[in-house]
């Protein structure tokens, strides 16, 4: 699986963005997709989960309620919709897949992509 993350950049705090992740291969609703980031100085760290049917999410408690993952999985394309944006959401974010729903962990995901970066701006 090839994962491409797209639809970062430079938005001022309150502010919305939505990222994208393009999957390749046929098989993309048998992962689970989870969205990461990694701010400067810091530890790459879990932000948002989905099951491969869209019926299970999970969220980091720092983006509860400001972020929503989803799916469409005709289009082999995840989504993090973020909004509130806030300066401590600058980071690189990363889309990752993985045969199990539930371990988002760095070293448990299967598949990376590289990395979109936002920046928010105070």
């Known amino acids: 699986v090839q994962l491409q993350a797209s639809g970062g950049g430079l938005v001022q705090a309150g502010g919305s963005l939505r990222l994208s992740c393009a999957a390749s291969?046929?098989?993309?609703?048998?992962?689970?997709m989870a969205w990461f980031r990694q701010a400067p100085g810091k530890e790459r760290e879990f932000v948002a989960g989905?099951?491969?049917?869209?019926?299970?999410?999970g969220y980091a408690d720092s983006v509860k309620g400001r972020f929503t993952i989803s799916r469409d999985n005709a289009k082999n394309t995840v989504y993090l919709q973020m909004n509130s944006l806030k300066p401590e959401d600058t980071a690189v974010y990363y889309c990752a897949a993985d045969h199990l729903y539930g371990t988002w962990s760095t070293r448990s995901m299967d598949y990376w992509g590289k990395g979109t970066l936002v920046t928010v701006s105070s």
């Open positions: 989905i099951s491969g049917r869209a019926r299970s999410t």
């Open positions: 291969g046929r098989t993309f609703s048998s992962y689970a």
